[in-house]
């Protein structure tokens, strides 16, 4: 297996590492031109329909601001026919204009790639051992590091929260080195290339569990403490410091909007 297959099936196994281009530029250029194309579509409409809403002699013609039945029948009226071919053209026109700008909304929103990701793509990409630089074409330098910012990932890991990104860029990497320095070395002529790799589902559901320990923890820790305090002053100020440390570690910890994370905290 070698060339975009090889690629594919590293995809497939692990779809963190399913990056592309997404063509923002290109994408957008091509919304533009669809976008003028059907201006001039719409101001020719438009003259179209004064030309024949003025037609001195012609009766069925100035109907056709006011009857569509009328305007349907034109087509098969000889010379009296082009308000409804205008209109044809510009309905399959705006209908490519509306997909392509439906398709550039749900790119845009796909997020961009982990970095650990890319990294080792980068790395598995360029390595003889391992995908020793499978492609020869100008599209070998969609990874090479010009097009960060165009690159998108279509497997994403499902928490998007402060902490869970953290702990999946940063802690899972030392963790697995950790792991790693502890195992025995290889044989090296009897050592076979391979990589690790981490269930997106597993790590997220131990950082929900974690979450969800905090988060039942914080309010009654919050209680024990107003309970030693005999002091008001003091038992305001813990209150308003419980209160916003609580309300820091709900937008760390989970992804609620700012309503429902003041809402869980004025209660």
């Not at 409409?45 to 034109?74: C, G, I, N, T, Y």
């Not at 510009?90 to 845009?108: H, N, P, T």
């Not at 492609?135 to 928490?159: C, F, K, M, N, R």
């Amino acid at each position: 297996m070698d060339g975009n297959a090889k690629i594919a099936n590293l995809m497939s196994e692990d779809p963190g590492l399913a990056i592309f281009r997404r063509f923002g530029a290109l994408n957008k250029q091509h919304l533009l031109y669809l976008q003028a194309e059907l201006v001039q579509l719409e101001d020719e409409l438009q003259e179209q329909a004064r030309l024949d809403h003025s037609f001195p002699e012609d009766r069925f013609r100035r109907s056709f601001a006011k009857s569509w039945v009328a305007l349907k029948l034109s087509a098969s009226e000889k010379g009296a026919d082009q308000q409804w071919e205008k209109i044809c053209v510009i309905q399959e026109k705006m209908v490519r204009y509306y997909e392509y700008l439906f398709y550039s909304a749900a790119i845009s929103n796909t997020s961009r790639p982990n970095s650990h990701n890319l990294e080792f793509f980068r790395e598995w990409y360029g390595r003889a051992d391992m995908g020793n630089r499978p492609l020869l074409d100008d599209d070998q330098h969609v990874w090479g590091g010009t097009h960060d910012e165009d690159l998108i990932a279509l497997g994403q890991p499902s928490g998007n929260d402060v902490i869970s990104r953290w702990l999946v860029d940063n802690v899972t990497p030392l963790l697995h080195k950790m792991l790693r320095s502890h195992r025995p070395p290889a044989d090296i002529e009897a050592a076979v290339v391979c990589y690790s790799s981490y269930s997106d589902r597993k790590l997220h559901r131990c950082i929900n569990i974690i979450s969800t320990v905090i988060s039942s923890l914080f309010p009654i820790l919050s209680i024990v403490l107003l309970s030693r305090v005999h002091s008001l002053q003091v038992q305001l100020c813990v209150i308003a410091a419980a209160t916003s440390i609580f309300s820091f570690c709900l937008a760390c910890i989970t992804e609620g909007r700012r309503i429902e994370i003041f809402a869980a905290t004025s209660t």
